[in-house]
């Protein structure tokens, strides 16, 4: 079963402009991730953020946690077309090692 | 290092046939999942060893499939008999002991016909 829920499903963005998903999980969580998945392709990680944690950054990316809401969400500054993907959140429970991957997001970066 | 390697790429096969899926993780690395993706059912794990253990195989769809890795550098997700719903992207992952973040090799699609 899928404990994280992204939104929203599809996004169509153009070059330039910040793209938001958000994740939505229903159980405790020890960290969660996000990948990337462009068509055809395997997943790649990008991010990931411990539970006590509040905000991560990398380059472009800004993710925020709040474990209150069970929510999270994942900023891309400046998007490129390049960025077009898919994006998975995934969220380890108490083993931290057993990923359970949300149903994605689908990202179009205009030119 | 080359990534963690799966193979073949993509596989046809006829229902009731044995399909075998092969992955070799990042050297070094002491966690190997198994994952099934579609687009019903997203990303499902179903089976991940620790230092060649299976830990957890609850995922396992049914008797079927079995999967198994002799050794730290090889493992294997065989599907007997083989039936048109198992026909899927694969894919195998590989974490280390200290990075919880997952390396996927680039997947094995299925088609069972």
């Known amino acids: 079963s899928q404990q994280g829920e992204e939104d929203p499903q599809a996004l169509s963005i153009q070059e330039g402009e910040n793209a938001t998903m958000n994740c939505s999980y229903k159980?405790?969580?020890?960290?969660l991730q996000w990948y990337r998945q462009n068509s055809g392709r395997g997943l790649v990680h990008l991010i990931l953020i411990r539970s006590n944690e509040r905000e991560k950054h990398s380059g472009r990316l800004r993710v925020t946690l709040d474990t209150s809401k069970k929510s999270s969400s994942l900023l891309i500054t400046a998007s490129r077309a390049a960025d077009t993907a898919s994006y998975f959140c995934a969220t380890a429970g108490s083993s931290a090692r057993q990923l359970t991957f949300g149903s994605g997001t689908q990202l179009t970066v205009l030119p | 290092d080359a990534g963690v390697i799966q193979s073949p790429r993509h596989e046809v096969t006829e229902m009731g046939q044995e399909v075998t899926l092969r992955c070799k993780p990042i050297s070094g690395h002491d966690y190997l999942f198994w994952y099934r993706q579609t687009m019903m059912r997203g990303l499902e794990l179903l089976i991940y060893?620790?230092?060649?253990?299976?830990?957890?195989d609850s995922g396992m769809p049914e008797d079927r499939f079995s999967a198994k890795m002799p050794n730290a550098s090889f493992s294997t997700l065989k599907i007997q008999p083989s039936e048109p719903r198992d026909s899927a992207v694969y894919f195998c992952?590989?974490?280390?002991?200290?990075?919880?973040?997952?390396?996927f090799g680039s997947g094995t699609r299925l088609t069972v016909v």
């Open positions: 060893f620790n230092n060649n253990v299976p830990i957890d």
């Open positions: 992952a590989s974490s280390s002991a200290d990075n919880y973040g997952y390396t």
């Open positions: 159980t405790s969580i020890n960290n």
